[in-house]
């Protein structure tokens, strides 16, 4: 058996492979990837090398880690890893319990961190309604990379630890601090802290292109619906309404949130780091 507290590795001692697919442990890896868990606490499963190395590294642990009978030596690479208990699967059981068409031999169920809000203001995103977990893991994603302080997301979006969107994430969302409310409480707490809120749109004639329009902190992205776009209420609450001017009516609504993420970036590291002001030709 498994030394309880020891690092796991190829001098480590692994118990038989799990045969049975009605095993407990089985049904419970298979549930984590149900995408029903969303508070903290709750377990959620997490697949592949790349994806146990991000929670790693984000101080994250495991009480039990699943690899399929032939995948040990993937218990090799990744340093630091420990858990109370290894598990065994053979491969057809591994296949069905985890959420990936193509398995890469390792799970394991992490408990959803409770990340605190951010104290600053910043440059925010507020997502309303989204509902494809790929475009919602790929926002979280770019928001880390270009230093979004937290995520606001509204009581319909999509459940931001859905595997899919955990995955398209890449780690992320392990270390985004993300609020759901509805959008008056996002009002609220922007009028609070002097947050102007940036809608985007598609082409329309009260819209500012985005490469003019000040994206200065602090400011809150407003990314809409993938089909309907952001709602008139959500509208009627915008300081502003920017679009990306492109060769096609709109843009997929990762792209579009990304590429303001990266413009509201690029101004601020202009402004912050280089000590260039980059007020001239924005309004």
């Given amino acids: 058996m498994l030394e309880r507290a020891g690092t796991l590795g190829v001098a480590m001692r692994l118990p038989p492979a799990i045969t049975s697919r009605t095993n407990a442990r089985v049904k419970t890896l298979r549930a984590s990837f149900s995408g029903k868990a969303s508070r903290p606490g709750e377990l959620v499963g997490i697949e592949g090398e790349n994806l146990i190395g991000e929670a790693l590294r984000s101080g994250l642990g495991f009480e039990t880690v699943f690899v399929r009978e032939g995948s040990e030596a993937v218990l090799q690479r990744l340093a630091g890893l420990a858990a ?14 985890v959420d ?15 990340i605190a809000p951010s104290d600053a203001a910043g440059v925010v995103l507020v997502l309303e309604d989204l509902q494809d977990p790929g475009n919602m893991g790929t926002l979280i994603r770019s928001a880390e990379a270009f230093a979004v302080k937290q995520i ?7 459940n931001p630890w859905n595997p899919k969107a955990v995955r398209a994430s890449a780690g992320s969302v392990f270390r985004m601090p993300m609020v759901r409310c509805p959008l008056s409480e996002v009002k609220a707490w922007a009028e609070e802290f002097d947050v102007k809120l940036v809608a985007a749109v598609a082409r329309s004639r009260d ?8 994206l200065l902190a602090p400011c809150g992205l407003m990314i809409g619906n993938e089909g309907a776009g952001l709602s008139a209420s959500a509208l009627a609450l915008a300081d502003m309404r920017v679009n990306i001017p492109c060769a096609v009516e709109s843009l997929n609504a990762a792209t579009a949130g990304t590429t303001l993420m990266y413009e509201a970036f690029r101004q601020n590291l202009l402004q912050e780091f280089l000590d260039m002001p980059v007020t001239r030709g924005l309004r």
């Fill in 207 to 214: 819209a500012i292109p985005v490469m003019q329009a000040r």
């Fill in 152 to 158: 606001f997301v509204t009581p319909m979006t999509v």
């Fill in 100 to 114: 990936t068409a193509s398995p890469q031999g390792i799970a394991a169920m992490v408990a959803i961190p409770e």
């Fill in 84 to 97: 109370e208990e290894c598990v065994v699967l053979s491969r057809d059981v591994f296949e069905s319990a």
